[in-house]
C-alpha cells in the first residue's frame, strides 16, 4: 500500500509561484509513474502534469511553460510559476504502481489572487 501526502499550496498574488511537493510512503518502490491534477471550483478534475519512471513528462497546455513536475526518490513536485487567477483549485497528486492501480493524495489548496 502507498500512501500520499501533498504539501505547498496556499494564497499567492497572480504572477507569483508555489512548489507543490507529493510525499510517498509504504510502498513507494512500486510507483511506476506519478502525475499532478486539478479541480478548480465547480468544475471537474482535470489532469495537469505526468511523470514517468522514465523522467518522460507531458503537461496540459495551460500550463505548459509555467509548470514544472519532477520526482526525486519518493517525492514527486510541481513547480508552479506565473500563476494565474485561473490556476486557482485543489491539487492532488496520484500515483500508479506498475500494475495500473492508482492512489489519491488528500490534495492541497492553491488559490490565486488577482
Known amino acids: 500500500q502507498v500512501q500520499l501526502v501533498e504539501s505547498g499550496g496556499g494564497l499567492v498574488q497572480a504572477g507569483g509561484s508555489l512548489r507543490l511537493s507529493c510525499a510517498a510512503s509504504?510502498?513507494?518502490?512500486?510507483?511506476?509513474?506519478w502525475a499532478w491534477y486539478r479541480q478548480p471550483p465547480g468544475k471537474q478534475r482535470e489532469l495537469v502534469a505526468q511523470?514517468?519512471?522514465?523522467?518522460e513528462t507531458n503537461y496540459v497546455s495551460s500550463v505548459r511553460g509555467r509548470f514544472t513536475i519532477s520526482r526525486e526518490k519518493s517525492t514527486v513536485h510541481l513547480e508552479m510559476n506565473s500563476l494565474k487567477p485561473e490556476d486557482t483549485a485543489v491539487y492532488y497528486c496520484?500515483?500508479?504502481?506498475?500494475?495500473?492501480?492508482?492512489?489519491w493524495g488528500q490534495g492541497t489548496q492553491v488559490t490565486v489572487a488577482s
Open positions: 511523470i514517468a519512471r522514465s523522467g
Open positions: 509504504g510502498s513507494s518502490n512500486s510507483i511506476n509513474s
Open positions: 496520484k500515483a500508479f504502481d506498475f500494475m495500473a492501480r492508482a492512489t
